[in-house]
């Protein structure tokens, strides 16, 4: 039997934490799915496409990862796709708490008891989060080596376009 795997996120931008958590999942499954989620409330950098395409260019090394999106419930989408895992990364211990929570929570609305995997994310990437790597690139501060190369490149394009 296949075993499928999700890891979804806002992924504004992806970074080297979520790229070292889609790798070690992607070793650990027969297939992964990143899932960049549609939210139209929440104010992004990148668009959900540019999004997708930054996960595409990123982790084109790995031959068993794909690329979608989803807008809604995150349980609707496992359920409708079949699932069987829903992997997330774990900074710091405060994560685990609405990690608990969220996980409790998806057990209730799984329909093919799906289960949620927790990696414990690389302590060289644990005090990263994608709203900390914007503030700091706007700022002008150096983010070389906590994103993949494509984002580097992405924001400076990004900053540069804003500064005209
Ligand atoms: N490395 C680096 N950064 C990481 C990371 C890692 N390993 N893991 C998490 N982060 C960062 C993220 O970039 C994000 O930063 P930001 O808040 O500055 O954007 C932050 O930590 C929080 O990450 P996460 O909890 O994964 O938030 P998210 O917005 O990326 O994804 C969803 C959360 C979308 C999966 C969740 O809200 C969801 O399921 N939404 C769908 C609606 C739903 O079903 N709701 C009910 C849930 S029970």
Redesign the pocket.
């Known amino acids: 039997m296949d075993r499928k795997a999700l890891y979804?996120?806002?992924?504004?931008?992806?970074?080297?934490?979520?790229?070292?958590?889609i790798e070690r999942a992607s070793s650990l499954f027969d297939s992964l799915t990143i899932a960049v989620?549609v939210?139209p409330n929440?104010k992004s950098l990148f668009s959900v496409e540019e999004r997708v395409e930054i996960a595409k260019e990123a982790t084109s090394h790995l031959k068993n990862v794909r690329i979608d999106q989803?807008?809604?419930?995150?349980?609707?989408?496992v359920n409708d796709e079949g699932f069987n895992a829903?992997v997330?990364?774990?900074?710091v211990t405060n994560?685990f708490d609405?990690?608990l929570?969220?996980?409790q929570?998806?057990a209730l609305?799984f329909k093919n008891g799906a289960e949620t995997v927790l990696?414990m994310?690389?302590p060289k990437?644990?005090f990263?989060?994608?709203?900390?790597?914007?503030e700091v690139a706007t700022l002008g501060g150096d983010i070389s080596g906590l994103v993949p190369e494509c984002v580097l490149r992405r924001i400076e394009n990004k900053l540069q376009e804003e500064s005209k």
């Open positions: 979804a996120g806002s992924f504004d931008p992806l970074t080297n934490g979520h790229l070292n958590i989620v939210n929440k989803f807008s809604g419930l995150l349980a609707d989408y829903v997330r990364g774990l900074r994560d609405n990690e929570q969220m996980a929570m998806n609305l990696l994310t690389d990437y644990s990263i989060s994608s709203s900390l790597i914007k």
